[in-house]
């Protein structure tokens, strides 16, 4: 073989291995180069949150657990009476009627505040004409921008409560009850309605073709379909009541009773505040609000948990 023409392969071989660096190469490596730093700042957003969890979880499990060690376990949490300054007879730290309140209360809030929200959500979504739609749209965003304690200074429930049922007192359980469904509505409603209008057309179509009314459509096709992102509404508004402490501290009473509907009581969350400015630093009382703060933080993930694993199961069947 000619040496020219060897030459010339090795030579075309090469040309095909290393190809000339191009504008274009240039251009490709420097997005792939850009695309895998988006990648880092997404990944590290990731473990920021997931730090920021564990970081909570650290903090109160080491800030809670001794004042539980130390009153025990079954008499912090079954205990009856809750009066830490007491120098008497004993100071005493049962957060039972705290635990009862927040599920009551919570309780009341979802079986007031969802049928509302939903029902609410459907209108919107599916009946409602679109100016007017636009004008309850607006009104539920300015009722999720209100600050909590505006809820509470406005305190219109306590004397009504208290002239209708002839009562010495409206800071009760009931009053809380109302302002926590008032305050989960713009929850609901927003996610619910998302979740409707993402329902295909075709499903409604479909139900309406084998001859069900309007209404009965979006009851039992639309609802249906959207149910998963209403659950997420309601999980939503479970974690807003179960966490809001500065409206409730004005209209529940805020007193360590055994909850009643028309009784002053007091939740878990105004114990924690209601208490924290008189604690001396590293105090058993102190370190009982932090264990208070525990109990809580592990209620509201029990009740995630357990809301979460409730849909995936629908879902799966």
């Known amino acids: 073989m000619d040496s020219d023409a060897i030459l010339t392969a090795v030579n075309a071989v090469e040309s095909i291995t290393n190809p000339p660096h191009t504008p274009e190469r240039s251009s490709y ?44 376990l079954f008499q912090f949490l079954l205990g009856k009476v809750w009066d830490p300054t007491n ?90 009850m109302i302002v926590l469904a008032i305050m989960i509505l713009p929850s609901i409603i927003n996610v619910s309605e998302t979740a409707l209008r993402a329902v295909p057309k075709e499903y409604e179509e479909a139900s309406l073709a084998l001859g069900a009314a309007e209404m009965e459509t979006y009851f039992r096709v639309s609802v249906h379909a959207a149910r998963s992102g209403i659950a997420a509404a309601v999980v939503l508004g479970v974690g807003r009541a179960i966490g809001e402490a500065m409206a409730i501290i004005l209209v529940a009473g805020n007193v360590s009773n055994m909850p009643g509907l028309f009784t002053p009581v007091r939740f878990l969350t105004t114990g924690i505040i209601s208490g924290m400015a008189y604690a001396s630093v590293g105090s058993l009382y102190q370190q009982a609000l932090y264990s208070i703060g525990l109990v809580l933080f592990l209620f509201i993930m029990l009740i995630n948990v357990f809301l979460n694993v409730c849909v995936k199961n629908r879902k799966e069947g």
């Open 29 to 72: 490596c420097a997005r792939k180069t850009v695309e895998q730093i988006i990648h880092l700042i997404f990944l590290l957003c990731g473990i920021v949150a997931v730090a920021f969890v564990l970081l909570i979880s650290i903090y109160l499990i080491l800030s809670g657990l001794p004042a539980i060690r130390q009153i025990g």
């Open 87 to 176: 120098t008497t007879t004993g100071a005493q730290y049962g957060i039972l009627p705290f635990i009862l309140t927040s599920v009551y209360g919570t309780a009341g809030a979802i079986v007031i505040g969802v049928p509302i929200g939903l029902l609410t959500a459907i209108f919107l979504a599916k009946v409602a004409p679109p100016k007017l739609a636009t004008v309850i749209r607006t009104a539920v965003q300015l009722l999720a921008g209100i600050p909590s304690v505006v809820y509470g200074l406005v305190g219109m429930l306590v004397p009504a409560i208290r002239n209708l049922f002839h009562l010495s007192s409206g800071a009760c359980l009931l009053a809380a």
